[in-house]
């Protein structure tokens, strides 16, 4: 299934770095997630967005800066992260953000290590 | 607010064993349910859900029942294979709503030949 695509799958950044996560899905669909995955914890939504527009933001640290182009195009870009921000950031799509259909599809994450 | 408890692992079965993995919820109204398996090295993807009481989600032969009753969304397969070992997440959303699905731990299965 490449129905959703991440790059890079593996990043290794000081905490004084500056990089950008991306991802990408090919199923039309109109909404967009990042969540952080950390061991031994829950999968933690991070942001939400439809159409384009950010409808969620769960607590996140401003170091962690979500962009959506377009409905096809999520970016993560991060700037002067802390080691405990090292996790698997996944980003998923459906179609849309009501219904108990919009089944949520993701990428195979961005495995992030901050030293 | 809703809350997913998914049995702890790891869980390690021979090849055609049967498995069992335990889901309970807590939740308000009528959630959708779901099961996603994690791949070594690969995001989720969803295995199989259900959206009412006493609905079956299958799918690669295996099966999960919506339990109103009992709150649970057990997951079970009856022979499980090598190519089943993964991390398998019970998930709940909010009714009529899937922003916002609620996540267990996840249980780590391993399947040895």
């Known amino acids: 299934e490449t129905g959703v695509t991440q790059t890079p799958r593996h990043l290794v950044m000081g905490m004084t770095n500056k990089k950008s996560l991306k991802c990408e899905q090919h199923?039309?669909?109109?909404?967009m997630y990042w969540y952080k995955q950390s061991a031994k914890k829950p999968l933690e939504l991070m942001f939400v967005?439809?159409?384009?527009?950010?409808?969620e933001n769960n607590s996140v640290p401003s170091r962690f800066s979500p962009e959506c182009p377009n409905s096809s195009h999520l970016f993560l870009h991060l700037h002067t992260l802390q080691p405990e921000d090292s996790a698997l950031y996944l980003c998923?799509?459906?179609?849309?953000?009501?219904?108990?259909?919009?089944?949520?599809?993701f990428g195979p994450g961005t495995r992030l290590t901050v030293l | 607010g809703n809350s997913v408890t998914q049995m702890e692992g790891p869980v390690t079965l021979s090849e055609e064993a049967f498995l069992t993995i335990n889901c309970t919820y807590t939740?308000?109204?009528?959630?959708?349910l779901f099961w996603y398996v994690q791949y070594p090295g690969e995001g989720l993807q969803l295995l199989l859900k259900?959206?009412?009481a006493d609905d079956k989600g299958s799918n690669k032969g295996f099966e999960a029942t919506y339990r109103k009753e009992t709150t649970s969304f057990h997951l079970e397969k009856g022979s499980v294979q090598v190519s089943d070992s993964a991390v398998y997440f019970c998930?709940?959303?909010?009714?009529?709503?899937?922003?916002?699905?609620?996540w267990g731990l996840g249980t780590s299965l391993a399947v040895n030949p």
């Open positions: 998923a799509s459906s179609r849309g953000l009501s219904g108990t259909t919009d089944t949520q599809y």
């Open positions: 199923l039309g669909h109109n909404a």
């Open positions: 967005y439809s159409l384009e527009e950010r409808v």
């Open positions: 939740a308000t109204g009528y959630p959708s």
């Open positions: 259900a959206t009412k």
């Open positions: 998930a709940v959303s909010n009714a009529g709503n899937n922003r916002k699905l609620i």
